[in-house]
């Protein structure tokens, strides 16, 4: 939802947020995108975390990278700057 609300292919803003260390990827098989420390102390973004009970391995715990309203703001700033807003 925020690649579409900034305007930006939600691959490119990956991509983007890699390089510019606000997120990275876990290194299970999953791959799953996690809120660098220094993000969420910066308030712009947050690691969601939610339990799953239904699994036959026993409780799993899967935690999933979230950008706040105001990171929202920062990041749409960056993304502009760098010239990949879609026209």
Same mark, same amino acid.
Not at 16 to 25: A, P
Not at 41 to 70: L, P
């Given at each position: 939802? +925020?690649?579409?609300? %900034?305007?930006?292919?939600? +691959?490119?803003? %990956?991509?983007?947020?890699?390089?510019?260390?606000? !997120? #990275?990827?876990? $290194? +299970?098989?999953?791959?799953?995108?996690?809120?660098?420390?220094?993000? !969420?102390?910066?308030?712009?973004?947050? $690691?969601?975390? +939610?339990?799953?009970?239904?699994?036959?391995?026993?409780?799993? !715990?899967?935690?999933?990278?979230? %950008?706040?309203? #105001?990171?929202?703001?920062?990041?749409?700033?960056?993304?502009?700057?760098?010239?990949?807003? $879609?026209?």
């Amino acid at each position: 939802d +925020s690649a579409k609300t %900034i305007g930006v292919q939600e +691959s490119k803003l %990956i991509d983007f947020m890699l390089k510019k260390h606000w !997120v #990275y990827r876990e $290194n +299970s098989r999953h791959r799953r995108l996690c809120a660098y420390a220094q993000r !969420v102390e910066q308030k712009v973004m947050i $690691n969601k975390v +939610s339990q799953v009970v239904a699994c036959h391995e026993g409780d799993k !715990v899967f935690t999933q990278a979230r %950008i706040t309203a #105001y990171g929202l703001t920062r990041l749409t700033a960056l993304v502009a700057a760098a010239g990949l807003l $879609n026209k």
